[in-house]
C-alpha cells in the first residue's frame, strides 16, 4: 500500500513538470499527451498539475484508454500504431473500429447476463426454491437410509465413483470437495450436486451389477458378466427353484432372486461363517434400499442355510430346477445334488482356474454320474471408447471437404448463419478405439446337463 501511494505521488509530480515545460517552449497539441501522462495515475478525477480546464474536451483516442498495471498487449498492429499518433489525423475506420468494438462488448455482455440468469434460475431448482420438473412414474425421491452411487466425469473420462448409504449428518469426502448427505435428500435420483469445491456430482441409484460390484464383500463375487451367462446356461424362469452352493458374498444370490420372482425360491448353502453372514447382509440391504425406492417389497425368496452340502441333510424332500455351483471341489457334492436335480436340467459350475476344470472332467470320466459336459466358456467383454475428434483448444475437428468441391465457391446462406459452436451433422470425424482399462480373467463356467442313461 505504501508502494503504491508513493508511485502515485511520483507520477503526479513527473505529470507537473512535463507540463510546465511543455508549456515554456510552447508546444502545441499537448492535450493527447497530457492525457496520456495523467491515465497513468491511480485516481483519474484529479486535475492536479493540469490548468487546461477552460479548454473544449478532447477527443480521446479509442486505443489509448488503458491504466499502466493489467494492460494487455497489443495483437493488432492497427492498434499500435494509433497509439502512437495524435487523434486530430487518425482515420475515420479507426473511430469505426472502435465502435464495433463496442457494439461487440455490449452483446457478449448481455449474453453473459442471460447466462448468468440462467444459472441462477438452475440453482433456485436445485435448492428447491422453483418447481422442479416431475419425477419418473414409480421412482420416489432420494430419502434417509438409500444407497446411492456418486460419480464425477471429466472429458467423458470417470474420475470418481462411490456407493454410500444416505445417512443423516454424514459427508461424502473426496479430492474433489465435500457433500453433505443432507443436500441430497429430497431430491430425483440423476439429479448434479455441486460439492464444497463446486465440482457437480452425479447422485443416482446403483443398478442390480453396479450394487454387486461395489458392495462390501468377503470372498470374490461372482462378476455380472458370469452370474449373467449362468442364468442364460440354466434357462432360469420365474417359478423355478434353484439351488446354488456357495453364497460367497451374495452376488449371484440377487441375481437368482431377481429372476426366479415371487413365485420361485432360490436356497443358498455355505459352509463359512464369515461368508455365510456377509451373504445375509448384502441381500438384506439390497432388499431396504429396493423398498425405500419404490415402495414395494423385494421378494423375500431366497434362503441362506449354513452347512456342508456334501452331506445332503440340508436337501432330504427337495426337487430343483437348475443348480448353481461356486466351489473349489464341486464334484464332491455331485452325490446329493445329482439325485435332486430334474432330468434334463443344467448344472453351471462357476471355476476360478482351468486346473480345477480338468479336474472336475477327470471326475466325470471315472464317476458314473448322469451328467454330459455341453460347454466350457470364458465370458470377455471388450469395451470401447467413441468419442468425437478434438483439437488442443477443445473444439471439434472437421471433415475434409471433398476434393470435387470448388474451393473458390461461395459459403451457403445456411452455413453462414451457423453460430461457431454449432457444428453442422455429420461434418466431425469421431475416433474409435479399445478402452485402455479392459476387465481381465474372471472365471470359466462349465456347463452339465443331467440326462437318463
Known sequence: ?????????????????????????????????????????????????????????????????????????????????????????????????????????????????????QDCHNEEIRKGE?????????????????????????????????????????????????????????????????????????IRRPTLEEFTLFMKRGPAIAYPKDASAMLTMMDVTEGDCVLEAGSGSGALSLFLSRAVGCKGSVLSVEI??????????????????WSLRRGEEWPDNVHFHRGDLSTGCLLSGRGFHSVALDMINPH??????????????????????ITQVVDLMESLRYSAFPLVCERIVEVQYRDWLVAPSLKKDGTFNRRKASCEANDNSEPSKDTEDLTPDLVPFGDVPYIARPHPEQTGHTAFLVKLRKVLK
Not at 444407497?147 to 474433489?176: H, P, V
Not at 463359512?272 to 434400499?289: K, P
Not at 439325485?339 to 448344472?347: D, F, I, Q
Open 332 to 353: 464332491l457334492a455331485f452325490p446329493a445334488v445329482v439325485p435332486l436335480l430334474h432330468s434334463g436340467s443344467v448344472c453351471a459350475i462357476y471355476q476360478a482356474n
Open 130 to 202: 422453483a418447481p422442479a420438473p416431475a419425477g419418473v412414474s414409480g421412482e420416489r425421491p432420494i430419502c434417509f437410509g438409500e444407497t446411492l452411487l456418486a460419480e464425477y466425469r471429466q472429458k467423458g473420462r470417470l474420475e470418481f465413483r462411490k456407493m454410500f448409504q444416505l445417512k443423516e449428518g454424514l459427508k461424502i469426502q473426496s479430492n474433489w470437495g465435500i457433500l453433505a448427505h443432507k443436500d441430497i435428500e429430497g431430491r430425483n435420483a440423476g439429479s448434479i450436486s455441486r460439492t464444497s469445491m463446486g465440482i457437480p456430482i452425479l
Open 1 to 117: 500500500m505504501t508502494f503504491g501511494l508513493g508511485f502515485s505521488l511520483m507520477t503526479h509530480k513527473f505529470a507537473q513538470v512535463c507540463v510546465t515545460c511543455l508549456k515554456r517552449h510552447s508546444v502545441d497539441q499537448i492535450k493527447p499527451f497530457l492525457y496520456k501522462l495523467r491515465s497513468f495515475g491511480t485516481d483519474h478525477n484529479d486535475s492536479r498539475g493540469d490548468n487546461s480546464g477552460s479548454d473544449a474536451p478532447v477527443r480521446v483516442s479509442p486505443f489509448s484508454q488503458r491504466t499502466l498495471f493489467g494492460r494487455r498487449r497489443l495483437l493488432c498492429p492497427l492498434e499500435r500504431v494509433s497509439e502512437l499518433l495524435p487523434e486530430h489525423i487518425l482515420s475515420q475506420e479507426v473511430w469505426d473500429l472502435q465502435d464495433t468494438k463496442n457494439t461487440l462488448m455490449k452483446h457478449i455482455k448481455s449474453d453473459t447476463r442471460i447466462n448468468v440468469e
Open 272 to 289: 463359512r461363517e464369515d461368508h455365510h453372514r456377509r451373504a445375509v447382509l448384502n441381500y438384506q440391504r439390497w432388499r431396504t434400499a
